[in-house]
């Protein structure tokens, strides 16, 4: 009998570090690296894109024309949509509060819950999200939440953007980071939070380095 698929799941606020980590994390195990803000960033950009009215059926219809896919092994990994990989146009401040918007509703939720839950039932991965422990793999091996202050997470989430090219302006996204976590936080379905069962690393004071040696050392071989 084949083993079942080895799900580590890794969630925390915004500008944490998650990305660094889950891909680091992937590419050293050898197993695929599950993006999920990417999806819900997709959902929010394409929904703002067609400037669809928000009623339920818009939206189910919407999502009956839609299909994720995971492509690629390790830090490689990447999701597709409808066989398109997704662009940088996704990756800005702008487009995580519409995908934390999108985030609050049932019907995404279910949606993206089941796309995700599918591809971890055939394929060993590295999940990264908010709610990964706590609502779409709470049976996952090992599990992580990564968390730092607000102020940690601005400077990081500021210096990624500019990697991409987009200059940022400090306070802005602290605020943009203060107000999204807010809504991940306090929403009623699959709020950010550590799953009872989670191990609780604050990374304010450590390096991504230190960070992934603390995982690696939990997980056994
Ligand atoms: O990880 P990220 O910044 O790319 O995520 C963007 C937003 O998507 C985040 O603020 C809330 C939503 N999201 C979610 O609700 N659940 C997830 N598992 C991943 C992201």
Do not use: C
């Not at 830090?75 to 146009?89: A, H, P, R, V």
């Not at 055939?122 to 908010?130: F, H, I, K, M, Y």
């Not at 203060?178 to 450590?206: G, H």
């Amino acid at each position: 009998m084949n083993n079942p698929p080895l799900i580590i799941t890794i969630d925390g606020p915004a500008g944490v570090g998650k990305t660094t980590i889950a891909r680091q994390l992937a590419g050293n195990l050898g197993i695929a690296y599950l993006d999920t803000g990417s999806m819900f960033r997709a959902v929010g950009w394409m929904l703002a894109q067609g400037n669809l009215v928000h009623d339920q059926d818009t939206i189910m219809k919407f999502l009956a024309d839609i299909r994720f896919d995971l492509e690629g092994r390790g830090w490689d990994s990447f999701i597709t949509l409808n066989k398109q990989k997704l662009g940088l146009e996704i990756r800005t401040e702008e487009v995580g509060m519409w995908a934390s918007n999108v985030g609050k509703l049932e019907i995404v939720r279910n949606f993206l819950k089941k796309a995700q839950q599918i591809i971890g039932a055939s394929t060993s991965l590295v999940a990264e999200g908010r709610d990964m422990g706590s609502v779409v793999f709470p049976d996952a091996r090992y599990k992580f939440f990564l968390d730092a202050s607000p102020g940690v997470r601005a400077a990081r989430r500021q210096s990624q953007l500019a990697g991409m090219g987009n200059q940022t302006d400090y306070g802005t996204i602290l605020d943009q980071i203060i107000k999204r976590d807010e809504q991940d936080r306090n929403r009623p379905i699959a709020p950010l939070k550590p799953a009872p069962d989670a191990i609780i690393i604050d990374t304010s004071f450590i390096s991504p380095d230190a960070v992934f040696n603390e995982i690696r050392k939990y997980l056994i071989d």
